[in-house]
């Protein structure tokens, strides 16, 4: 049987939690001091220690100076109260998760349904690590480069414990393929992921998406509708464009990730949220603050765990193994094998990727059905920079979307130049201006340029269409409020 170790001096806590664990089929010792834990851990090593904090002998975090002596064992925190201090303490001192009191039933059901011992997934990272040069992929991701091993090792590190991820990154970059990979090398593997792109639901839905609604809670809820935090519990939840959620629905989210639980719509009944939360966005986070775009103490409640991800003209030593991965994919739904030339390969490491590794694979397919014979070369792939007129334009959009480059003007200063160091149409702007204003300037010029066709304008800048259109919505709202100031 599982066996389990308490470690608390709360005399009436312990003997309730005794209780609660002993019915869920575990065998369990206790210990009320520090030197009693480690008698305890040394004669039979428990796999899963709940750790109070405050012990008559010190603190329970001596528990890890030992590394050894909890090594082989999941620890769960119990303290008086969750906050962002105890979610860095648990991360950086290896412990899984943690219970507050007074403790949930359910929770605490969920927690001893995940045990799993360090061990085991150590071991699993391990085979990934070692399988990752023959193989070139980790879990759901691509690449060799040194950026990649880097998210690698990060994955790696937070996978195994409870605390919240934010993922930040360009659009196509694989930020969900990250969240994906952390949920299947979690405790929660078993259980759902569920990814949530929160600029594609109506805003007048998507509190209903996320937290659920009763029946009649509004005109056409005819039946009762469970949202994401139910349909997710005990999984991952993966947020995406979480900056383009509601702020009124931010402030909820904050409030369910501080008390772990939420009502639905139309409802006054509570429930338990058991799950962890994933969050991503393509928007620099800071910048989205200062635009008010997403809550300050929402940020730093979910970024506990930074990720961002390397655009692909960073990793272009990644192309070829990308490409070709893409192209046995497609392939094995076609049915017919093709390969690349070395000069399509070569070629394909020119370009600036300004889409990332989704652009790349959309790349790969039309090469693949434009591709005669069984050899794909390099006539129906984007060229380099050099060769493509419009590549500079895409890169110059790129790297403004990550506020790399030189700073841009107001808006009504941007205009289109042509210079003899470019090939393509740019646009020039004074120094001084915020990002918001880069932003903006380049999505309108560049809009303008490609005729004001969207799903080419949103392809070159390397966003979502949604995100676009909500981005020119924002403006569209910016410049009336602009025109009824003038006026009055």
Known sequence: MTHALIVDDDIDSVATLQELIASEKFTVSVAHTLRDARRHIALQQPDVVLLDLQLPDGNGMELFQDPQLVANSEVVLITGHASLDTSIQALRLGAADYLV???????LQGVLSR??????????VSELNANLANT???GLLWGRTHPMQRIYEQISRVAGT???VFI???????????????????????????AVNCGAISPNLIESEIFGHEKGAFTGADKQHEGFFERASGGTLFLDELTEMPMELQVKLLRVLETGRFMRVGSTTTLDADVRVIAASNRPLLQAVQAGKLREDLLYRLNVFPIEMPPLRDRLDDVPL??????????????KNKRFTAKALAQLQTYHWPGNVRELRNAVQRA?????ADVVDEQWLPKGEGADPQSTAASAAAATSLGVGVPAAAPAAAAFVTSAESSGPSITMPLGSSMAQVEKAFILATLQHYKHHKEQTAAVLGISLKTLYNRLKEYAAEDAAAADKAEQ
């Open 368 to 372: 693949y059905v434009m591709a005669v």
């Open 136 to 138: 070139g992929h980790f």
């Open 168 to 194: 930040n990154g360009e659009s196509g970059t694989g930020k969900e393929l990250v969240a994906q990979t952390v949920h299947d090398l979690s405790r929660r593997r078993k259980k759902p992921f569920l």
């Open 162 to 164: 409870s605390v919240s």
């Open 101 to 107: 009191k007074p403790i949930n039933i359910k929770q």
């Open 322 to 335: 990308l490409a070709d991965h893409f192209l046995r994919q497609i392939a094995a739904k076609e049915g």
């Open 115 to 124: 045990v799993m011992k360090p061990a085991a997934l150590q071991a699993e």
